[in-house]
């Protein structure tokens, strides 16, 4: 089975400095990844995803993610953080062919200005 | 608004009492996913449906729930004779999956979910 580990439960960064939200992932197989962010009383937003192709993969709102097969891990990365940045931001995993997506508990990101 | 809506958005209920959650995805697609999450937790899957066929169930869907997509559109999940274990976000999403030729796997879109609330 699928499983997602997202080991810090919240990540501090200053306003204008880089923001990296941790990732890895098991499955068998080859993986689908994908990056949410779910803002308060609001539902999960989608930020990007890897399917295949090009390790680093751009998004929206300036995130990036590079995927990493050796060390099975999805990282996310923003080279500025923005205080609208801060949310809670999931990664999940699925692998070919199949249609669950497996979520980490999240991470709770606060940009502090 | 073009995107997934769920109804409704609250609902408290009494133990022992039955719920229906409706979920309207988004309208060209075929995917309609069911998952649930809890405080301090990612989205578990529950249930996923290709146009009208319930194609998959995950152990948590137990035979209290049921959902149902009757005519490739919209969909209902509904919990049968509540417990407090149930209180959580009921999360629904969609996606357009191409399935003839070269298959494509397209991100899943959710919609702002439904607090349960079972006292």
């Known amino acids: 089975a699928q499983s997602v580990a997202q080991p810090e439960d919240q990540v501090n960064v200053a306003e204008g400095n880089p923001l990296t939200v941790k990732c890895t992932y098991s499955v068998s197989g080859n993986p689908y990844l994908f990056w949410y962010v779910q803002y308060p009383n609001r539902g999960l937003q989608f930020l990007l995803k890897y399917i295949t192709g090009d390790n680093l993969v751009k998004g929206s709102y300036g995130f990036e993610a590079e995927f990493n097969k050796s060390q099975t891990s999805f990282h996310l990365k923003k080279p500025s953080a923005l205080v609208s940045d801060s949310a809670l931001y999931f990664c999940?995993?699925?692998?070919?062919?199949?249609?669950?997506?497996?979520f980490g508990k999240g991470n709770q990101v606060v940009v502090i200005p | 608004d073009t995107g997934v809506s769920q109804d409704p958005r609250h609902k408290i209920t009494k133990r022992g009492q039955n719920v229906t959650f409706r979920c309207d995805p988004i309208s060209e697609h075929n995917r309609l996913y069911w998952y649930r999450q809890t405080l301090g937790q990612g989205p578990e899957f529950l249930t996923y449906?290709?146009?009208?066929?319930?194609?998959?169930k995950s152990r948590l869907l137990s035979d209290r729930f049921s959902a149902e997509r009757p005519k490739g559109s919209f969909s209902t999940l509904e919990i049968q004779r509540t417990e407090q274990g149930d209180s959580a976000m009921y999360l629904c999403a969609s996606s357009f999956t191409k399935t003839s030729g070269r298959a494509t796997y397209n991100e899943q879109f959710f919609g702002p979910g439904t607090r349960l609330t079972v006292l």
């Open positions: 449906f290709q146009n009208e066929a319930q194609l998959e």
């Open positions: 999940a995993v699925t692998p070919w062919g199949n249609n669950r997506l497996a």
